[in-house]
């Protein structure tokens, strides 16, 4: 994992501490919900390089387990088990280090809203959540952006480039053995 991206996302996974730690009561992200992850994702360079990362530490059996659970539900994420747990998670990409917490974004009239997960904030909504506690979307994309673009300089790939998770986790080049 390039050490930029380990830093961005660490910065992300402090973020949703602080967060938690000031509005645990308004958070119902916990292991078991798996809401957000009923997406087809796509991911920067960057991010599918981690993602491979920690799919392919995944022993054989359990990227068996995850494709076979993926094969009856192609709607949900590709990452998922049967349980509903990530299996990529420590390489997870942003989107879903950052989901659950309040996030400043634009509409579709380009005006700002701060958004959050249906289950969060459902006794006064985010506008509770302290200033600092709302995730501008528009700047953690602008680096994630950044950092990306460096990666794929130092890794002779062209930037920008999108990759399908499903794609990336069951690319049948990919040897069961790891």
Known sequence: MSELYR???????????RVATRHGEHLSCAHGCYDCCDVRLTLTGVEAAAVRGAWLALS????????????????????????GR??????????????????????KRSLPIVDVCFRNFT??????????????????SAMLLLVDRQDAEACDREPGLRFDLAELLFDDDVDDDG
């Open 7 to 17: 830093q961005l996302c660490d910065k992300v996974d402090a973020f949703f501490v």
């Open 60 to 83: 054989s059996e359990r990227r068996a387990e995850v494709r076979a659970t993926w094969r009856e539900d192609a709607t949900a994420c590709a990452a998922l088990d049967r349980q």
């Open 86 to 107: 990530c299996a990529v998670y420590e390489g997870r990409p942003l989107v879903c280090r950052s989901h659950g917490v309040p996030v400043r974004m634009l509409d």
């Open 123 to 140: 006794a006064g909504g985010p506008e509770v959540a302290d200033a600092d506690c709302v995730l501008d979307q528009t700047t953690l």
